[in-house]
T-cell receptor
Framework: DQQVKQNSPSLSVQEGRISILNCDYT??????FLWYKKYPAEGPTFLIS?????DKNEDGRFTVFLNKSAKHLSLHIVPSQPGDSAVYFC???????????FGSGTKLNVKP | GAGVSQSPSNKVTEKGKDVELRCDPI?????LYWYRQSLGQGLEFLIY????????KSGLPSDRFSAERTGGSVSTLTIQRTQQEDSAVYLC?????????????FGPGTRLLVL
C-alpha cells in the first residue's frame, strides 16, 4: 500500500517557466513532508521541506505548498533552469522520523 | 569525506550467493536508514537504526535480509541466498546530530545485479 504517490512520471518545461510537481498522500498522521532531487548515479539530495502546521515554505526559486484537507503537496520551481533537470521525490514522515515514505518520483526535463 | 559513503559502488553476483553492503554515515549522525530502489520505482524503506539498535525493521522484505550497526557508526546490510528480484540500487542515509533528524543525507548507493 503506497502511502505517498506521485502520479506524473515525467514533466517537460521550457527554461524560465514554472515547474509544478505534485504529490498525494493517504496518511493524515504524517507530520513532515520533504522534497528530494536525484541526478543519475547519485543519491537523492534534500531540497526543501514543510511541517504539517504550515501551508507554504519558500526557499529561493523553490516553494512547497501543503493542502492538508486534500492530502496534497506540490513543489513549484520558478524560474526553471536546465540544471533543475532531475528526478524529484516527495517524502513524508511522522515526527519521530523513524520511517520515511517516498513517492515513485517525477522526472523533470527543463528544455533550454 | 564529509558525506555518506557506500561500498561497493557496484556488485554483480550469482543467484544464491550472499552479499554484504556497507554504509559509512556522516560522523555524529545517530540515525541511519537503508532503502532499496528497484528499476523505475521509488525508494522502498528497509530498516532504521537509532544508534546501534533497530527500532523499525518492518521494511525488510524477507528473512534473507539482515542489517547491523556497530559502534553507532558503520552499518552493513547482508542479503543471503540472493535472488534475481534483489537486483536494485541500495541506498543508505543518515541524519541527526546538530542538523536534526528530519533531513536525511544519502550516499551514492550500491548497484546490485544478481545474475
Amino acid at each position: 500500500d503506497q502511502q505517498v504517490k506521485q502520479n506524473s512520471p515525467s514533466l517537460s518545461v521550457q527554461e524560465g517557466r514554472i515547474s509544478i510537481l505534485n504529490c498525494d498522500y493517504t496518511n493524515s498522521m504524517f507530520d513532515y513532508f520533504l522534497w528530494y532531487k536525484k541526478y543519475p548515479a547519485e543519491g537523492p539530495t534534500f531540497l526543501i521541506s514543510i511541517s504539517s502546521i504550515k501551508d507554504k515554505n519558500e526557499d529561493g526559486r523553490f516553494t512547497v505548498f501543503l493542502n492538508k484537507s486534500a492530502k496534497h503537496l506540490s513543489l513549484h520551481i520558478v524560474p526553471s533552469q536546465p540544471g533543475d533537470s532531475a528526478v524529484y521525490f516527495c517524502a513524508a514522515s511522522k515526527y519521530n522520523f523513524n520511517k520515511f515514505y517516498f513517492g515513485s518520483g517525477t522526472k523533470l526535463n527543463v528544455k533550454p | 569525506g564529509a558525506g555518506v559513503s557506500q561500498s561497493p559502488s557496484n556488485k554483480v553476483t550469482e543467484k544464491g550467493k550472499d552479499v554484504e553492503l556497507r554504509c559509512d554515515p556522516i560522523s555524529g549522525h545517530t540515525a541511519l536508514y537503508w532503502y532499496r530502489q528497484s528499476l523505475g520505482q521509488g525508494l522502498e524503506f528497509l530498516i532504521y537504526f537509532q544508534g546501534n539498535s533497530a527500532p523499525d525493521k518492518s521494511g525488510l522484505p524477507s528473512d534473507r535480509f539482515s542489517a547491523e550497526r556497530t559502534g553507532g557508526s558503520v552499518s552493513t546490510l547482508t542479503i543471503q541466498r540472493t535472488q534475481q528480484e534483489d537486483s536494485a540500487v541500495y541506498l543508505c542515509a543518515s541524519s541527526g546530530g546538530g542538523a536534526g533528524y528530519e533531513t536525511q543525507y544519502f550516499g551514492p548507493g550500491t548497484r546490485l545485479l544478481v545474475l
